[in-house]
Every structure is written in structure tokens, then in C-alpha cells.
T-cell receptor, first 117, second 110 residues
Framework: GAVVSQHPSRVICKSGTSVKIECRSL??????MFWYRQFPKQSLMLMAT?????????EQGVEKDKFLINHASLTLSTLTVTSAHPEDSSFYIC?????????????FGNGTRLTVT | GQQLNQSPQSMFIQEGEDVSMNCTSS?????WLWYKQEPGEGPVLLIA?????ELTSNGRLTAQFGITRKDSFLNISASIPSDVGIYFC??????????FGQGTRLTINP
């Protein structure tokens, strides 16, 4: 079945540094990928929609300059957390749907646990 | 914004018992999905529902898309230890975006 790979699975960084998270669709093409954030014991909250070849669409309250999204190819989207602070510590999860398939379900990556010290 | 109200928030059951959880919304959705998430991992799709009234099974799991298109339930029959995890309902907003329920944390006593 469709696989979405996310890397790294865990990252610890110092406050003020930037961290890049990759999301790859391994065996399908995805014109659109989605980035979610999940705080402990909470649900997934959509941060932004990543569109191949164009600008990402951010949800209300999500700073586009802080969470930079690049979707340079049909199989790769990246999320860069810039100038990270401890409150950015969270579980970040990407998802993707196979392009061109009606009712294709969203497949999720295994998430990236970001800890900012 | 769009919200899904999922209940119960947590369940503590004995192995072998059946489980039932549901999601409701004040809005109409055209697709309902149920996911399971285990600690430190991303959600895994269990069942997808595309038509009002649809009842779909996946092994011991059964889910239904409510006839009003505002609700869905998930049942797990004869629970086993590996059923432990957090179950999320989700509904498709427009063509692409998913909105999630708050999750139901399932704990099973052997």
C-alpha cells in the first residue's frame, strides 16, 4: 500500500536554531501534502497544505514565516521550523494523498518528535 | 471552525469486550474516516466511509456513516490487547482537508 516516510523521527535542537523535517511519498505521487501538529494527549491540528510547485496554504494562527514549507517535487515536502523555541516542541505529522485517484485516502507518515531545549 | 465531537474520551475495558465510540458534528460531511494511532507513530487508516448510511467492516471493526451525514460510529468486537491505542474519527472538509475528533484512548485489561 501507499507509504509516506517522514524524517527524522526524532530531533532535539537548541532554542533559536532551525530544524527541517522531510515528508516523502515512497510509491506514489502527491500534488498535495498536509502538515499537522499534535501536542501530548491532543488531536491532530492541521497547520498547512503543501502544494507542489506553488505556495503553501496556512491555517489561521499558523505563522508562515516560522513554519516554512517547500514542496519542490511530487514526492517530497519539507517543513522547516525556524528559530525554534521550547513552545514549538511537538509531534509533527505529514500526510499525503495519491494524485489522480478518486477517493484516495490520506496516508500519514510516522511523525517527527521535535524537542527544543 | 469545523469541529468533531468524539466520545468517549477514554475507555477501560476487559479483553474480549466489545467497544463502541462515536463522532458527531453540527456540519454535514461527505467522507468519514477512522484512524488508529499508537504512541510515537502517525495515524493508520482503519475504515473509510463515503456514503450516508454506509456500513463497512474491517475484520473485527465495523463503522457506519450516519444517515444525516453528521455522525459516525466505530465498533470493535471481541477486543484483544493489540487494540490498545488512540482512535480518531476524521471527516473530509472540502476536497482535501481532514478535521479530526479529539480521540478515544482505549485501554484493555487482560
Amino acid at each position: 500500500g501507499a507509504v509516506v516516510s517522514q524524517h527524522p523521527s526524532r530531533v532535539i535542537c537548541k532554542s533559536g536554531t532551525s530544524v527541517k523535517i522531510e515528508c516523502r511519498s515512497l510509491d506514489f505521487q502527491a500534488t498535495t501534502m498536509f502538515w499537522y501538529r499534535q501536542f501530548p494527549k491532543q488531536s491532530l491540528m492541521l497547520m498547512a497544505t503543501s502544494n507542489e510547485g506553488s505556495k503553501a496554504t496556512y491555517e489561521q494562527g499558523v505563522e508562515k514565516d516560522k513554519f516554512l514549507i517547500n514542496h519542490a517535487s511530487l514526492t517530497l515536502s519539507t517543513l522547516t521550523v525556524t528559530s525554534a523555541h521550547p513552545e514549538d516542541s511537538s509531534f509533527y505529522i505529514c500526510s499525503a494523498r495519491e494524485a489522480g485517484i478518486t477517493n484516495s485516502p490520506l496516508h500519514f507518515g510516522n511523525g517527527t518528535r521535535l524537542t527544543v531545549t | 471552525g469545523q469541529q468533531l465531537n468524539q466520545s468517549p474520551q477514554s475507555m477501560f475495558i476487559q479483553e474480549g469486550e466489545d467497544v463502541s465510540m462515536n463522532c458527531t458534528s453540527s456540519s454535514i460531511f461527505n467522507t468519514w474516516l477512522w484512524y488508529k494511532q499508537e504512541p510515537g507513530e502517525g495515524p493508520v487508516l482503519l475504515i473509510a466511509l463515503y456514503k450516508a448510511g454506509e456500513l463497512t467492516s474491517n475484520g473485527r471493526l465495523t463503522a457506519q456513516f450516519g444517515i444525516t451525514r453528521k455522525d459516525s460510529f466505530l465498533n470493535i468486537s471481541a477486543s484483544i490487547p493489540s487494540d490498545v491505542g488512540i482512535y480518531f474519527c476524521a471527516a473530509l472538509l472540502g476536497a482535501q482537508k481532514l478535521v479530526f475528533g479529539q480521540g478515544t484512548r482505549l485501554t484493555i485489561n487482560p
